[in-house]
Nanobody, 123 residues
Framework: QVQLVESGGGLVQAGGSLRLSCAASGRTLSFYSMGWFRQAPGKEREFVAAISGSGSSTQYADSVKGRFTISRDRDSGKASVYLQMNSLKPEDTAVYYC??????????????WGQGTQVTVSS
């Protein structure tokens, strides 16, 4: 059973920062590719950022490049992934989901999903 649990969401003013965390457990997720997606009200879920199992490769949506940073660590067989979000804008408001997949090439359509955490940016 794979479980992904997000935390760190909340309300922040435009220009502020938040750090999202995702704790993964179950199976051997330490070397899974992991990513963040978001879904704003009335919009489809979209890709935000991803990091490979080794941590050597990252990808970002154009809308967050230079503002968001994804990172990860592996400890005792668990995997954690983080999303540092700086210079937040009202358009970043969304539910943010953590995701994981064993294959880097498939991270855009990940196999496992968390429940999501709300991020609200006020203007």
């Amino acid at each position: 059973q794979v479980q992904l649990v997000e935390s760190g969401g909340g309300l922040v003013q435009a220009g502020g920062s938040l750090r999202l965390s995702c704790a993964a457990s179950g199976r051997t997720l330490s070397f899974y590719s992991m990513g963040w997606f978001r879904q704003a009200p009335g919009k489809e879920r979209e890709f935000v950022a991803a990091i490979s199992g080794s941590g050597s490769s990252t990808q970002y949506a154009d809308s967050v490049k230079g503002r968001f940073t994804i990172s990860r660590d592996r400890d005792s067989g668990k995997a954690s992934v983080y999303l540092q979000m700086n210079s937040l804008k009202p358009e970043d408001t969304a539910v943010y989901y953590c995701a994981a997949d064993p294959r880097w090439a498939e991270i855009a359509t990940p196999r496992y999903w968390g429940q999501g955490t709300q991020v609200t940016v006020s203007s």
